[in-house]
């Protein structure tokens, strides 16, 4: 749990295990050199990361999550497919009856208490999660859009971040929310620009 560094490089390692985000201490952690195909967005709760090392392997998108390691310095990608394309065709699995009630439930605020649902509806009521389209007000629970992301890194890079919306509606064109994605994406740009000192691409 006291671990600092953590040198994989080279290896034939595909995936990263989610618990690498119980070393609370690890700030340099080097992962180049492998065949990674995705980052577990718990790598984000290893707040202490400093470094990051994932260059030649064959990621295509970062997790969103990513932005909250507020003490990176250093991300290395350079060698990622991410560099020079970005994933376009994303299934979309369409909600459950039990997730339209749950969204309507949710969306309309109808007011619920334990003892009228079985304890298991309210569990999964509690399991919802606000979609980040500031114009829609919608919820998800198990189906969800997931889409990619350009975020600007140093002022410099485009970088393609992983979200999720609540239904494609959010993420369509013609939607007239597509103006504020690009603004959350400004936003996310600057927090990011802030606090990023070097990303490497090339």
Known sequence: SSLE???LGGNFISHIPPELANLPYLSCLVLCDNRIHSVPPQLAQVHS???L???NNL????PREILSLVHLQELSLRGNPLVVRFVRDL???PPTLLELAARTI???SLPYTPWELPENLVRYLDLASKC?????GGVYFDSCVRQIKFVDFCGKYRLPLMHYLCSPECSSPCS????????DSEDEAMVAARRMQKVLLG
């Open 5 to 7: 560094f953590l040198y």
């Open 49 to 51: 990361l400093r470094s």
């Open 53 to 55: 090392s994932l260059h």
């Open 59 to 62: 990621l295509t998108y970062l």
């Open 91 to 93: 299934m979309y699995t």
């Open 106 to 108: 949710k969306s309309r």
């Open 132 to 136: 980040p389209n500031p114009k829609c």
């Open 176 to 183: 007239s929310v597509s103006s504020q994605s690009e603004s």
